[in-house]
């Protein structure tokens, strides 16, 4: 886990390039204060998580079509489906 130090915003102006270069190699999360109030964190970049999560999955047109066809109970549904044939 990457350590934090307090980083005032004197300190960000003066030495932004060695700041934002001691970051990306994770040396430490720099937490930009004003007057010693925490207002902004200079972190390593992560790339976003791109897995499609559970609640934002889209349906696919078959899978959909099937729930709409069980209505009620998973027993009703399933002896429906096999009195068809």
Avoid: N
């Avoid at 972190?43 to 999955?57: G, H, L, M, Q, S």
């Amino acid at each position: 886990m990457t350590s934090t130090r307090p980083v005032s915003i004197r300190e960000l102006h003066q030495r932004t390039g060695r700041l934002v270069r001691e970051a990306a190699v994770a040396v430490y999360a720099a937490v930009v204060t004003d007057r010693g109030r925490p207002v902004a964190t200079l972190a390593p970049y992560a790339e976003p998580d791109k897995r499609v999560r559970f609640r934002d999955r889209v349906l696919l047109p078959a899978f959909d079509a099937l729930t709409k066809r069980f209505v009620g109970d998973s027993g009703t549904g399933i002896r429906d489906d096999r009195d068809r044939f």
